[in-house]
């Protein structure tokens, strides 16, 4: 078993994510200044429809480079199911799945757009469930500043803060066009829900920074043990996810023999950067439930690496839980 994190995927998915959500911005900023027939659009308001929905199809288009990019990357490895069905993600399922609903329900407003154009639903109905709209943007912060890699990085939260204080500007204005008094509320509303947005991304929801390939680090290891026999050889392979300070994937090759354990393997792959740490089990647990062994990873500093890895003996499965330490060496 082998990982590869990809960075042209990685980045193609976040840039594709932020892509999407700053168009999702404007077409909903758009659309408020249409129904309130804003004299700051230009003419002919034919062209303003037209560009309005072209920005739901880049939206589209660029929703699906995010999700295809993150699936054929392996920084955090995701399964289809995990893609596809919300709340059932291992790694941040809320902020994952308020995202995926948010995709989903976008893709439903897409059919809808169709079949209306094509008077296959009355524009009355239409007209209602263009405000789902709402939610998608809605679902679409959320997943942005609670699930985005670089949600703390000062160009996101800047991004961020533009988007929500545009939509929130729009929609005051939307609902105060007709009273002139109420309508510095819509600045009040930028504002706001900028600063809420930003303290977010800063304070509770903040990104946690961990070290690249850093040699000093205790994980929670979570993987499986494979056994197979051959005549009097048998090989024992061990691999599993380590995540906590430092995510890596750990590789063990045992191979035994009536004579005892004749060869060993150890590679550590640390996901943030993909480079590979390879060496050989130094010691076997007395009880059989743990391993140490050394590793090298060319250029690190410093380059050798003790790795401890110790698992739950009272398991009935396959399935291992335990912990995975490095020390320098």
Known sequence: M?????????????????????????????????????KVLPTPRRSVVDLHRFGGILIS??????????????Y?????????????????????????VAAELLLALGV???????????????????????????LATA?????????????????TAVCVAGVAAAATWRTTRRRARWQPLAGIAAVGCAALTTGATLGPLAVVNRPWDGATFDDTLTGTIQTQNGGSRGLISLAGDGSGDQRVFVRVDLLQTP?????TSLQVE??????HCVGVVTKIADDGFGFTGT???????????????????????????????????
């Open 112 to 138: 809808t757009n169709a079949l209306v154009r094509r008077k296959k639903v009355p524009y009355r109905i239409w007209r209602t469930i263009h405000y789902t709209n709402w939610g998608v943007w809605a």
């Open 76 to 100: 955090l490895p995701f399964s289809i199911g995990d893609l596809l069905l919300p709340f059932i993600s291992k790694v941040r399922p809320l902020w994952m799945g308020l995202g995926i």
């Open 270 to 275: 640390y996901l943030t950067s993909g480079n």
């Open 295 to 329: 590793c090298t990873l060319p250029g690190g500093s410093p380059a050798k690496r003790t790795i401890t890895g110790r698992w739950d003996p009272n398991q009935t499965t396959s399935q291992l839980v335990g912990t995975i330490t490095s020390r320098p060496a």
């Open 2 to 38: 082998h990982l590869t994190s990809n960075p042209i995927a990685w980045y193609a998915a976040r840039g594709a994510g932020v892509a999407a959500y700053v168009l999702l911005s404007a077409v909903i900023i758009v659309g408020l200044l249409l129904a309130g027939r804003a």
């Open 61 to 74: 288009a660029f929703i699906v480079i995010h999700v295809g990019a993150i699936a054929i990357d392996t």
């Open 259 to 263: 004579a005892g354990t004749k060869s």
């Open 143 to 159: 997943h942005s500043v609670g699930m985005g890699t670089d949600r703390s990085s000062p160009w996101l939260i800047a991004i």
